[in-house]
């Protein structure tokens, strides 16, 4: 399985950018990247996704590097609404893996 | 709107006792999974369902049992075997195994805790 390194926590001011990286240098040709987050004790919540094309949503946007060994996952305008542990996860069939995540507090 | 119900949210359990979480969904979704987390760590498979009536142990499936009588429910019993079972329980579906095109979805959560 591949898997994936975060930094453990980083700080955004509100209403900047966050870039969260993530390293995921086994990844294999036909695994997608994807990002959730959980905000205390409560169920993880989807993001964004993809495979080897940059993303965006109305949530987020997922810069994949053309070697697929990192991607950034980017909040355009961080809310203190989205301080939460942010998980990126490769998968590429059932088997889900989390590892720790980045814990990203959003400060006013 | 669809999705997945977990309960209770919160539930106490004696040591030597057995409990059942229950967990529903109504995404028409054929695959369902149990994961268990700890604090400040990552989710651990406990076990998963391709479909009704089949079940597979996950990495953690000691001291845990499911059933699959139905596709909409997997509820997951957490028996006295279970040395640790003070956690938080997530379960989670997706479309089918094929999780990698599709994603899964989460339920919000029990959290156990032994008393």
């Known amino acids: 399985d591949a898997k994936t390194t975060q930094p453990p926590s980083m700080d955004c001011a509100e209403g900047r950018a966050a870039n969260l990286p993530c390293n995921h240098s086994?990844?294999?040709?036909?695994?997608?990247v994807y990002w959730y987050r959980q905000i205390h004790s409560q169920g993880p919540q989807y993001i964004i996704h993809?495979?080897?094309n940059n993303e965006t949503n109305e949530m987020a946007s997922l810069i994949i590097t053309e070697d697929r060994k990192s991607s950034t996952l980017i909040l355009p305008h961080a809310t203190l609404r989205d301080t939460a542990v942010y998980y990126c996860?490769?998968?590429?069939?059932?088997?889900?893996?989390f590892g720790a995540g980045t814990t990203v507090t959003v400060r006013a | 709107d669809g999705g997945i119900t977990q309960s209770p949210k919160y539930l106490f359990r004696k040591e030597g006792q057995n409990v059942t979480l229950s967990c529903e969904q109504n995404?028409?979704?054929?695959?369902m999974y149990w994961y268990r987390q700890d604090p400040g760590q990552g989710l651990r498979l406990i076990y998963y369902?391709?479909?009704?009536?089949?079940?597979q142990k996950g990495d953690i499936a000691e001291g845990y049992s499911v059933s699959r009588e139905k596709k909409e429910s997997f509820p997951l019993t957490v028996t006295s075997a279970q040395k640790n079972p003070t956690a938080f329980y997530l379960c989670?579906?997706?479309?089918?195994?094929?999780?990698?095109?599709?994603?899964?979805?989460f339920g919000s959560g029990t959290r156990l805790t032994v008393v």
């Open positions: 995404l028409n979704h054929d695959a």
């Open positions: 989670a579906s997706s479309i089918d195994l094929s999780a990698g095109v599709n994603g899964y979805t």
């Open positions: 996860i490769v998968i590429n069939d059932y088997k889900l893996s």
């Open positions: 993809g495979l080897k």
């Open positions: 369902s391709q479909i009704v009536n089949d079940f």
């Open positions: 086994t990844i294999s040709g036909n695994e997608y």
